[in-house]
Nanobody, 125 residues
């Protein structure tokens, strides 16, 4: 239902842009979040974009480095990641929550409606 792409291997300090295609979802009615997971750990929320007005939220550790955006006509949400660090290495997932709001969910268990399969991001020299 959600399809991520854009992951890969990048050197520290590099950039990547992840895409999340939500072809079945009207982004005016669904907030989209990005979460990431490292082996043995729970998925952590890192960013989201609200359905109603496109307002955004970020985890403090990625604020200023990551930018979430959306193209409603393409039903695609992007996560542009810059100044990447080895600790950003993880599988990145996008997820959807059906809600019309200026608030976007910031917790793992709030994303009830759909998940992508994940895309691996590895930051290493």
């Amino acid at each position: 239902q959600l399809v991520e792409s854009g992951g890969g291997l990048v050197q520290p300090g590099g950039s990547l842009r992840l895409s999340c295609v939500a072809s079945e979802f009207n982004l005016d009615h669904y907030s989209i979040g990005w979460l990431r997971q490292t082996p043995g750990a729970e998925r952590d929320w890192i960013s989201c974009i609200a359905s109603d007005d496109g307002s955004t939220r970020y985890l403090d550790s990625v604020k200023g480095r990551f930018t979430i955006s959306r193209d409603k006509t393409k039903r695609t949400v992007y996560l542009h990641m810059t100044s990447l660090k080895p600790e950003d290495t993880a599988v990145y997932y996008c997820a959807a929550r059906g809600v019309v709001s200026t608030y976007c969910p910031q917790g793992l268990y709030e994303y009830e409606d759909a998940w992508g399969q994940g895309t691996q991001v590895t930051v290493s020299s």
